[in-house]
């Protein structure tokens, strides 16, 4: 059997699970994930047998320490990935839901219930933990999922998910309801991604690299996360206290993360008097930081921030910093050089709070809080699929819920339209 | 200037002018609408004349009757466009909107709030009295809008829009929020389907082979309708008359339309006595029915359906019947053959009322109702954009909700990350 065929194959019998997995009762669903976090525990070792050969390869062709240190299976790594998967099967299941009903004035009774999407597609990178955290929060918001991880993780991801479809197999689900694409070409995710009339929804995790050959080549819809260049606005009657916290908070904490703050806007009447003692924090932490003239004028030792520092996600210790002459510059600022990820305000002035919630079309949007919670566990969803950065389907950390989508129900008893 | 540098000086300036929309309160949209409807009744006669232009390129190309049906703007047509912006003035205006709101355990307060999408693309065919409903349902929910109607209708789509533009500079709203894409070729639509930085979604409303093309170029993402293969089943505990009222219902009163019956399916028990019964008042209406080999044993003149009949949409007085073993098959059938559009069952049982509803995963599913009903205005949206066969973002009759988008709001109190 060549390449397509399999895939065609693969992905036909996954279409033909979401038809029966949309069907299971929370409790099944619930049942299996259980067995799924036992099973990942009774075969840690054998895990770890899988990810040894990974480690080894990876060794061999000289991949940084950064990289194998994300492809480690440790104890403490399939612990967590077993409690992750404890945790959802305790949220509440998103499917069958009725959001809403509403009578029509020829008394049908018209509902909105939540259904799952169908078939979902997930293109990771190196980590192989994902693969159990998608393939359960898919199969908790009853869809099939197709699984293609890095070929760095090959053999841990196998493991993996043999694991999790045994699992279901010992609960009377269709294994075919996790599917894991083995074929190493990247030819064979473009012809994955053509497949519309079998898959739903295609979420690529991964660099911006990834993110953007998937979603060139993909004829099914995809949910984006380019980057997340996130700002914090320092207002004129900020509690400096606060301030200083949160900034040291969103940039130092997790510097990798998109989450992590990339842009400093100080309002002008404050920036003598907050700006050094803000530098001085953050250069304590290792910052670097590159300023726009006004900063470089109250402290001519910062770096100079080039027009394309503005537009940098740097995933590092830099923080670019600006003064602004107020809210409407900065909104105008973020509305310019932002990625619509996650912007936050620190003031005590009302109407500004307001007004920033209001006008910043981000898909997070702080008043006196860091930049960090911008994430599904935080924000309360219970988990996280991914960020979407792009406005259709879902905005922002996506939970078990946007994995799902809505039909119409109608209850009539004979009605016919008139015209 | 040339075709290209034309569209993205379009598509940026319409994006400039979708921040300044998303912060417009109801009441300047309501009352721009309301200009729009008198503009659109104070300047009839100009319109025509303008349509008539339209009217003697249609005559003179030789197209069909039911296009230049399509095409024409008499007074009734006018009257109704008008009358169709002040009822989208009326509705509730979704922007704002607070989803949701809770509590961390932190103490974060978490919100989710409605916001515009930014700039919608709606690429249609030759009715022109869409021009005026898609930018009125885009203005109300704070888009701004890029049209391209049909070349047929391009004397008229221009007219219609400056009327438009007039009304918003006259409520000091800037005219960029409707643009216009006056360039006649093709390849038009396919660059302007590339400019993801400026356009957020695209609707295109047409045959099929329009929104295949408009698929298939597009970086942005689409809302499908392909085809609306709609399915009744009547099963075993049917009312025969409601059956027989239904039926004629949803494939006689507009058969051209997506939301019209293509294949009936009858419970074996009950075929012997429905099924000529139900022939009968088909052909009394005009409709041929291409039967199944068991439907046609019962009724042996009636036409053999092919294998492919079971996935058409005729879009017309054609209909083809199948005898199911119960409602088992019926449901496996639709799944099998089915378009996800709406389907209905007619019946007296309960529970199989309740299965019905909850294993057909289509996008509009009704008990003992038309399904003529699946339309946003029947549901109670108020209005509709468009319809949607595919899960992401929509699924089934979108209203003005559905050109929007939710962001996380947070209120915090100088909150940060733990870890």
Redesign the interface.
Known sequence: MNMKDEILNLAKSAKEAS?AL??LGSVQKNKALLRMADGILQNASSLKRENEKDLKAAQKKGLSQALIDRLTLSDKVINAMASGIQEVAALPDPV?EVVRM?R?PND?L?GK?R????VIAIIYEARPNVTADAACLCLKSGNAVILRGGSEAFSSNQAIAQILKNALEEEGITPHAIQMLSTPEREAIYFLLELEDYI??VIPRGGEELIRAV??HS?I?VIKHYKGVCHIFVDESA?FA?AE??II??KV?RPEVCNALETLLIHEAIAQDFLPRMVKALEKEGVEIRGCPRARKLIPRLKEAQEEDWYREYLDLILSVKIASGLEEAIGHI?TYGSSHTESIITSNYQN?QRF???V??????????T???DGN???LGAEIGIST????????MGLEELT?????????????E?
């Not at 079309?361 to 702080?366: I, P």
């Not at 989508?405 to 339209?417: H, P």
């Open positions: 038809y949309s069907r069958g509403w029509r049908l018209v219930v259904i799952p999407l169908g739903d929804l979603a060139q004829r819809p509690d606060m916290k949160i908070n969103a904490q509305t709070a919630l209001k006008e079309n981000s898909s997070v949007v702080l008043v006196n809080a860091s960090r919670f911008s935080q924000l309360g792009t406005k259709l389907h879902a905005f922002g950390p989508t809505c039909k119409f129900i109608v209850y009539g008893e004979g009605q016919i339209r015209s």
